[in-house]
């Protein structure tokens, strides 16, 4: 998991738990991930109004993404397709 999806999963436990004391919404700064393994999460929550805990497991999903490494080759590749490159890039990217 990367730090984009972890914020996603804090903003999705900010926008959807609420205190089960209080039911006011957890602040970020008091969603804490305690523990991770392979794709479960174990989060603590304390509720900012009464300090309240809440312990949650997050089941995420395995990535079927894989992540390639950026070569020296493959910077020296693009650079030698961008200088050979004539077109338009506000046309290319306006698509």
Do not use: W
Not at 34 to 50: D, G, I, P, T
């Amino acid at each position: 998991m990367n730090n984009l999806q972890l914020k996603q999963i804090c903003l999705e436990i900010q926008s959807n738990l609420r205190c089960v004391h209080c039911g006011k919404p957890y602040q970020a700064n008091n969603i804490h991930l305690r523990s991770a393994f392979k794709n479960n999460y174990l989060f603590h929550l304390v509720c900012e109004n009464h300090s309240a805990m809440a312990t949650i497991t997050v089941v995420g999903e395995k990535s079927q993404n894989v992540l390639k490494v950026v070569t020296p080759d493959d910077v020296m590749q693009f650079r030698t397709q961008l200088s050979k490159f004539k077109g338009d890039f506000n046309k290319v990217f306006k698509k």
